[in-house]
């Protein structure tokens, strides 16, 4: 259930303060970060899974991300657009080929927001004492993404505040993830969806009727070793080049 991954997926914080709540004396052997450091399975339950054939998707995607192109941060430079209204913006310095990652080695060092934090800023959000809060979560909503939804109600109305969310914490947050087709990088998804004949990106550009004919397919199980070992490669780790960048 939701609320079982949120309890699960808590912070070492978290869970030394959920433990103290509910006992009265410390335990000896246990604590929050003996806890946490249970939410990331064993490397042999992960060679043993993907040791089954046919290989499991998530195996099979790992290994394809160590082997992939990828441009580090000193292939990139930061200028003004030239767009009058576009600031500034990420540039390549060479000719970049669609289906290459950039800054893999910064990727997984995304500013996490936590489903938990993020459900206390939002419900905190109105209150007159909680102003300077604005500036933190307009940064977490403008330059984030959702992570997992792993918190709230399968019963709440409102439901926003449920998922985690990343900010890229280098260059990677300044590249133009738009939704409008323009977009030059995407995630693990868009990745997918380059391997797939037929398959188009989700666009904000869509028709209803496009939209109710869209059927990606869902390639990546959650729930597997693999995936939970590696899970913020997936959520962070894969700015893929979705279309041919020239240099400049």
């Known amino acids: 259930t939701v609320n079982c991954n949120l309890n699960w997926y808590s912070n070492t914080a978290e869970i030394t303060l959920l433990l103290r709540k509910r006992l ?5 052997y246990i604590d929050g970060a003996t806890m946490a450091s249970y939410q990331s399975p064993h490397r042999v339950y992960e060679t043993m899974f993907c040791r089954q054939t046919p290989t499991p998707y998530e195996c099979t995607i790992i290994e394809a991300h160590k082997n ?14 030239g767009i009058s209204t576009g600031g500034r913006g990420v540039y390549a310095k060479k000719n970049m ?24 800023m939002y419900t905190v959000l109105d209150f007159p004492e909680a102003k300077d809060m604005e500036a933190v979560y307009a940064y ?13 109600s399968d019963t709440e109305d409102n439901s926003d505040y449920r998922a985690e969310y990343y900010v890229d914490s280098s260059l990677n947050q300044f590249v ?17 969806c380059m391997n797939i004949p037929g398959c188009v990106f989700l666009s904000e550009q869509m028709t209803k009727d496009e939209l109710q004919r869209y059927n ?19 959520l962070t780790g894969f700015d893929v080049i979705t279309r041919d960048i020239k240099a400049g």
């Open 216 to 234: 990606f397919p869902e390639l990546i199980s959650l729930h597997t070793p693999a995936y939970r070992r590696h899970r913020k490669v997936f």
């Open 24 to 28: 009265n004396t410390p335990l000896s």
């Open 140 to 152: 977490m909503y403008g330059y984030g993404y959702e992570g997992e939804d792993l918190g709230g």
């Open 68 to 81: 992939m192109v990828n441009f580090p941060m000193s292939n990139f430079e930061v200028k003004s657009s």
């Open 176 to 192: 133009n993830h738009g939704c409008d087709k323009t977009s030059n990088v995407g995630g693990v998804d868009q990745y997918n």
């Open 97 to 120: 080929p669609r289906g290459s990652l950039i800054l893999r080695e910064m990727a997984i060092m995304a500013v996490t927001f936590p489903a938990r934090t993020h459900a206390v």
